[in-house]
């Protein structure tokens, strides 16, 4: 940047005692920022308090952002000293880092991580997590069929215990470890020259490996002519229940270079869970694709199956995809539990405004299209079927097209694409108005013809739902022009459409109050009133949300209910600006990012959270109205 890093050796300001001064070096080093903007981010720290990193000002002063802030501490994790990159992190106050700093010196031998976790300030999986973003190493969670027996047996039991290290794969040249210490070289080294290999180390949490070796020991103790169970069969199964005791919605099988990264998407967010040796990964691939219906042969294609299986008595269908890479197949398996349920329409956390005017004005409507929208798994089939729920009643013939049927409904007609068997979504579009319903629901519009039929259905006096995959609801009837659907079609027969995203909650665990990031904060529509006089609140990372801060999701919402105004807009071509500003004025319309920042009033979720996924939406409405429309007052 400046060239005024030139004079860095020699600062102007004394920085030994600045709280934080570790990541202004790095920045200063890499020349991210320059001599006067440290000298400047100081002395608005020593306005506001010594309590107060340097970072955060940084970010305050919009010198970098927060996504900056975490690619640098990733990068430079190993130039922080544990303590530093404890705060960095917010695991740990300034005053907390003091007290464990003054705690040390009395607790000879000690190391700062066990000194903070002694003091309770911080867990062992946090603990863990803070090692692995200082040592750039994967946090791994291991089960006990994911270790390789026979490599196992040729160490000293008592040896790997008392360092708390597991060897649990290996290839030609790497041997893979999960250790609590990655720092024990001297143990580590022992092992790599036994086996005369390197070592790929991760990081286990403490506890869970003294009780995998608890596990290990009594397996030892069984009888040689027991069978073991198959050992890629077991890796597999562990896989899929860590997966469904974390509620991740997608697995993620990832070919690297020299490894195969395993990531669970929980709460709409990827976090990394293990690395597995590339042979291994290959079998359990394999596994998958034959559970799968694929063709196990084929690895220069890419291909989609689905396969159901029961772990640990809980039933999940499994939607299956590979994707060929540079590096091998990326496989990602989408996980629909079948012990969730159908939710009731008071359950989908519609704010309570929204829900009476999505209940009466839109769903209690004899006829008519109702769309919902939003991105792939923005919860839309969730909704879908809680608008089923509400309208299934003994008077009332409900037949759904669907691809595949993911929930089972008591008393409505059911039908599940199957091409093999000759039922295609086309074909199955024709007969389904032959059936005499009152209700039809498509899982999905998918093309013209598919939107021709749900319109000409709404025309012969059916009510039809469906889903549809656009950014807003403006954005529904926008693409259902551009499907070459008359606008007087749209117009006569849409009632409404619904569009939502998920956001992630704040973690209950962790949860203190902070001051949001002031640009951020008035994006998404929050004044220097409310800022001044409301308290925000934001998770800090604990092991219940996997150091993330964030716990669950909930729903924002963007409910269009088309009106004479709206109508006649449609009928005129407008633009999408000019319907939505004629449904602002006409129909309380309330944007996504208006129910966002509804939410964070509430205490639901971050002021960061809603910019990072609500869509963009100018808005000239003031907290207290978005508040008034939502159906309460803040």
């Known amino acids: 940047?400046?060239?005024?890093?030139?004079?860095?050796?020699?600062?102007?300001?004394?920085?030994?005692?600045?709280?934080?001064?570790?990541?202004?070096?790095?920045?200063?080093?890499?020349?991210?920022?320059?001599?006067?903007?440290?000298?400047?981010?100081?002395?608005?720290?020593?306005?506001?308090?010594?309590?107060?990193?340097?970072?955060?000002?940084?970010?305050?002063?919009?010198?970098?952002?927060?996504?900056?802030?975490?690619?640098?501490?990733?990068?430079?994790?190993?130039?922080?000293?544990?303590?530093?990159?404890?705060?960095?992190?917010?695991?740990?106050?300034?005053?907390?880092?003091?007290?464990?700093?003054?705690?040390?010196?009395?607790?000879?031998?000690?190391?700062?991580?066990?000194?903070?976790?002694?003091?309770?300030?911080?867990?062992?999986?946090?603990?863990?997590?803070?090692?692995?973003?200082?040592?750039?190493?994967?946090?791994?969670?291991?089960?006990?069929?994911?270790?390789?027996?026979?490599?196992?047996?040729?160490?000293?039991?008592?040896?790997?215990?008392?360092?708390?290290?597991?060897?649990?794969?290996?290839?030609?040249?790497?041997?893979?470890?999960?250790?609590?210490?990655?720092?024990?070289?001297?143990?580590?080294?022992?092992?790599?020259?036994?086996?005369?290999?390197?070592?790929?180390?991760?990081?286990?949490?403490?506890?869970?490996?003294?009780?995998?070796?608890?596990?290990?020991?009594?397996?030892?103790?069984?009888?040689?002519?027991?069978?073991?169970?198959?050992?890629?069969?077991?890796?597999?199964?562990?896989?899929?229940?860590?997966?469904?005791?974390?509620?991740?919605?997608?697995?993620?099988?990832?070919p690297l270079e020299t490894s195969v990264r395993i990531r669970f998407r929980m709460d709409g967010v990827l976090l990394h869970k293990m690395d597995l040796p590339a042979e291994t990964a290959h079998k359990v691939v394999a596994r998958i694709k034959v559970l799968s219906e694929m063709d196990i042969a084929d690895s220069r294609r890419h291909q989609d199956g689905r396969m159901a299986q029961i772990v640990h008595g809980i039933g999940v269908d499994f939607r299956v995809s590979t994707y060929v890479t540079t590096f091998g197949e990326n496989l990602v398996m989408r996980l629909l539990r079948r012990d969730g349920g159908i939710k009731s329409i008071d359950q989908i956390n519609m704010n309570p405004g929204l829900l009476q005017r999505f209940k009466h004005e839109v769903l209690d409507v004899p006829t008519g299209v109702v769309l919902i929208t939003g991105p792939t798994g923005s919860g839309k089939t969730t909704t879908l079927y809680s608008a089923i729920d509400y309208l299934n009643r003994s008077s009332t013939k409900i037949i759904t097209l669907e691809d595949p049927v993911e929930y089972v409904v008591n008393g409505i007609m059911q039908c599940s694409v199957d091409i093999k068997a000759g039922r295609n979504f086309e074909d199955s579009l024709k007969a389904i108005v032959r059936q005499d319903p009152d209700i039809i629901v498509l899982g999905e519009i998918r093309d013209q013809m598919s939107a021709e039929v749900a319109v000409q259905a709404a025309l012969t006096g059916h009510k039809v739902l469906t889903t549809f995959h656009t950014e807003d609801s403006i954005g529904g009837l926008l693409r259902l022009m551009n499907m070459g659907i008359e606008s007087f079609l749209i117009s006569s027969t849409v009632v409404s459409i619904l569009a939502q995203r998920l956001i992630r909650t704040i973690c209950p665990d962790c949860r203190q109050a902070y001051m949001p990031n002031k640009r951020i904060a008035k994006l998404i529509g929050l004044d220097d009133e409310t800022l001044k006089n409301h308290t925000f609140y934001r998770g800090t990372g604990c092991g219940t949300c996997y150091g993330t801060g964030y716990h669950g999701r909930t729903t924002l919402h963007e409910l269009l209910i088309l009106n004479e105004e709206v109508r006649e807009a449609i009928l005129e071509e407008k633009t999408s600006h000019e319907i939505r500003q004629i449904s602002c004025e006409s129909t309380n319309l309330l944007s996504l990012m208006e129910d966002g920042l509804y939410k964070v009033i509430h205490d639901m979720t971050t002021a960061e959270e809603v910019y990072r996924i609500a869509p963009r939406s100018l808005s000239h409405r003031t907290v207290s109205e978005v508040c008034r429309l939502m159906g309460d007052e803040i």
């Open 1 to 254: 940047m400046s060239n005024e890093t030139s004079n860095k050796s020699q600062p102007s300001v004394s920085l030994e005692q600045v709280p934080g001064i570790q990541f202004a070096k790095i920045l200063l080093d890499n020349n991210i920022v320059s001599q006067s903007q440290i000298e400047k981010a100081i002395r608005v720290q020593k306005r506001l308090g010594s309590n107060r990193l340097i970072s955060a000002i940084f970010i305050e002063l919009g010198i970098i952002s927060q996504d900056e802030h975490r690619r640098i501490i990733r990068k430079h994790g190993r130039e922080f000293r544990l303590g530093e990159l404890a705060v960095e992190l917010d695991y740990v106050s300034l005053e907390q880092l003091e007290e464990a700093l003054k705690a040390m010196k009395t607790m000879r031998g000690k190391r700062m991580g066990e000194i903070m976790q002694k003091l309770e300030f911080i867990n062992e999986r946090q603990l863990a997590q803070i090692l692995s973003e200082q040592l750039n190493l994967p946090l791994q969670h291991l089960e006990l069929g994911m270790i390789d027996k026979e490599l196992f047996d040729r160490f000293s039991l008592r040896f790997l215990k008392n360092n708390l290290i597991i060897p649990y794969d290996q290839s030609e040249a790497k041997i893979s470890l999960i250790c609590a210490d990655p720092l024990n070289d001297a143990a580590i080294r022992d092992i790599e020259q036994q086996q005369d290999k390197a070592a790929v180390v991760t990081i286990g949490v403490r506890s869970l490996l003294e009780s995998l070796f608890s596990k290990l020991e009594t397996r030892s103790k069984q009888p040689n002519s027991e069978e073991r169970k198959d050992h890629i069969v077991e890796i597999l199964d562990s896989i899929l229940l860590s997966a469904i005791r974390d509620y991740a919605s997608d697995i993620h099988i990832e």
